[in-house]
């Protein structure tokens, strides 16, 4: 398992080869499973004479000020020493806390948290629910390291309780060729079901039997696609076709369509408004990653007319028994 500091490797794709079951969790998992429920915060008119003896009494370096369960501020410890250092009257937290606060959304997913661990060093972020903008958690570091511990606990005796024959399935059809179609509808702006697409088939392929590696290759390179759905367009549908030599998967949208693919493949460049970057997405990496996670990927864009994104993982016969699931 990752230690903390090697957390921000779980987000950087060198090859297909080296994605982990760490990497393929990160995408799949929610800020909202693994934060901190119970959350010590201050009311904005707490005077800062009384800051010390709360972050002492908690053993915390900073805390979130909220009103009617709304972010107003963070104060911390190095606020109330500069308080102290220049030696003025008592006041109100609200008169010395930091009113711009990096946050992160309940229903973000977990690559989006240790990415902003990474590009900004800190040890926390409050977490505000993204329906109510309320401040419903926080999350660390080492929140995220337990979080994926026990998922992976989890998930092993899940498959325990539900393992079956699947991986023997196309040896029980009689037919010149099988094809196995998984169809899943993607919806514009829905951040709450983001993700439960490639979530879904990951599951399917799990019981399946086929190779975690290959899983994990398909679960990551889904979830961008989907993503890409829900941020950019109107909505579309991605469907995965399963045979005994390969995985193929495509995701299809109606929307403004791609001007320029050749920069679009480029890693980093993206065309994402402002807005789009505020909540975290349009990090231009996501042709990139599943292009990465692919032996093969197509892609087809008219602008004003959608998008049709094909990517293909060969099987070359690995099913495997369910029993070698999470090695």
């Known amino acids: 398992m990752k230690s903390a500091d090697e957390l921000k490797t779980a987000t950087s794709l060198t090859s297909a080869k080296d994605i982990t079951r760490v990497q393929e969790l990160v995408y799949e998992m929610k800020v909202e499973q693994v934060m901190a429920h119970d959350v010590i915060t201050v009311d904005p008119s707490l005077p800062m004479s009384e800051l010390r003896a709360l972050l002492r009494d908690k053993r915390i370096s900073g805390v979130p000020v909220v009103k ?8 911390s410890i190095e606020d109330f020493i500069r308080y102290l250092a220049e030696g003025q009257p008592n006041c109100s937290v609200s008169e010395r806390m930091q009113r711009k606060v990096n946050t992160l959304f309940d229903n973000d997913s977990l690559v989006r948290a240790v990415e902003e661990f990474d590009r ?11 329906n109510s903008g309320k401040l419903v ?14 998922k992976m606990e989890i998930d092993y005796h899940a498959e325990e309780i539900h393992r079956y024959r699947a991986s023997h399935i196309f040896e029980d059809i009689i037919a010149d060729k099988t094809t196995l179609i998984f169809q899943y509808k993607v919806f514009s702006r829905d951040f709450n ?8 088939l990951k599951k399917t392929l799990r019981r399946m039997g086929i190779s975690p590696q290959i899983i994990r290759r398909v679960a990551i390179a889904t979830y961008e696609a989907e993503m890409n759905i829900v941020v950019f367009t109107e909505g579309g549908e991605i469907t995965a076709r399963v045979t005994p030599e390969e995985i193929r998967v495509e995701a299809v949208d109606d929307g403004p369509g791609i001007a320029d693919i050749q920069k679009a493949m480029q890693p980093g460049y993206s065309t994402a408004q402002d807005w789009v970057r505020a909540l975290g997405f349009g990090a231009g990496m996501g042709l990139t990653n599943i292009q990465k996670c692919s032996d093969e990927m197509h892609l087809v864009s008219r602008l004003g ?6 990517f293909i993982i060969h099987l070359n016969n690995v099913f495997i028994n369910a029993a070698a699931h999470h090695n």
Not at 305 to 310: A, D, F, M, V, W
């Open 68 to 75: 009617e369960d709304i972010l107003e501020g963070v104060v």
């Open 120 to 130: 900004l060093g800190y040890g926390r972020f409050p977490v505000i629910s993204r």
């Open 137 to 150: 958690g926080i999350i660390t570091k080492g929140d995220i390291i337990r979080g994926l511990l026990k």
């Open 193 to 200: 079901r983001a993700g439960e697409t490639s979530s879904g």
């Open 305 to 310: 007319e959608g998008t049709k994104l094909e």
